[in-house]
């Protein structure tokens, strides 16, 4: 149904069927565009679509977002839908709805789109990415002719690699910073794992060169070495090898996982 307030606004509400959703998103824009008050109250905004709206000045209470898209968060429909061109648009809408939800200080909806809006970051660049390496591939073969594509596609492409694979590894250990039990399961494993390799392998430390008691005292050392004490180091070679990559590793994924604890109670 639809209801003209006497200050001077729309209200729509009810059940949203088959059109109505799309007439409603289009009815909103225009509002904000007149500098009108938008709310969306208890509607299924599942196939909604968004782009160029700005979704900071609209108002949402109690909604249905699109679930089926990407199962275990919410999602806007246009992440299925949205063409190349638009996955910079989409990504905004991300951002703007993440702003929106933190100031109602609902953080764990912000959260969902705070994912988003990153799964949409990383889409931008894998695009970017597998275009410059197709380029490659078919320069290999000479036949990179048959490839549109321009100098700074070219160099866009370079440059995005980096990021690609960094935020490949941040969503891998930590989800983007939004799954503490993910970053805490890595963390433990990264304690645990060397721990057992040291204890199986009866690995020696200087300056004893002596095989410790227990695994207690081999765990103790895995988490000396994730914290940067290195005072006692392993004799054996592989084990050394194993030293260097928590002390890179560790500290990383400690720090990841303090962050997405912060993230976690913060809320």
């Not at 909604?63 to 648009?89: D, Q, T």
């Not at 994912?115 to 320069?139: H, I, P, S």
């Not at 990264?190 to 020696?204: D, K, M, Q």
């Not at 890179?248 to 993230?263: E, F, K, S, V, Y």
């Amino acid at each position: 149904m639809v209801q003209l307030e006497p200050a001077g606004s729309l209200y729509l509400y009810g059940q949203v069927g088959r059109g109505k959703t799309f007439a409603a998103c289009a009815i909103g824009n225009e509002l904000l565009r007149r500098g009108k008050e938008v709310r969306f109250q208890t509607v299924n905004l599942s196939q909604a679509r968004f782009l160029h709206t700005p979704l900071e000045k609209v108002q949402f209470f109690d909604v249905e977002w699109n679930k089926k898209i990407r199962p275990g968060r919410r999602a806007l429909y246009e992440e299925e839908v949205a063409r190349e061109e638009e996955w910079e648009l989409v990504r905004q809408l991300y951002l703007q709805l993440k702003k929106n939800y933190e100031e109602a200080r609902d953080y764990p909806t912000a959260g969902e789109f705070h994912y988003g809006e990153m799964e949409m970051t990383l889409t931008q660049g894998q695009g970017a990415v597998k275009k410059w390496v197709n380029y490659l591939v078919r320069m290999l073969l000479r036949r990179s002719e048959d490839v549109e594509i321009t100098m700074e596609e070219r160099r866009d492409g370079r440059r995005k690699l980096f990021d690609v694979l960094l935020l490949r590894v941040y969503k891998a250990l930590s989800g983007y910073g939004e799954k503490p039990g993910r970053a805490l399961l890595w963390a433990t494993g990264f304690l645990l794992v060397p721990a057992i390799c040291y204890s199986l392998g009866e690995v020696t430390f200087d300056p004893s060169s002596t095989v410790l008691d227990s695994f207690v005292d081999y765990l103790a050392r895995s988490l000396g070495f994730m914290t940067f004490r290195l005072h006692l180091t392993p004799n054996e070679h592989w084990a050394k090898l194993l030293m260097v990559g928590q002390a890179i590793l560790g500290p990383i994924q400690l720090a990841l996982t303090a962050l997405a604890l912060r993230r976690k109670f913060r809320r």
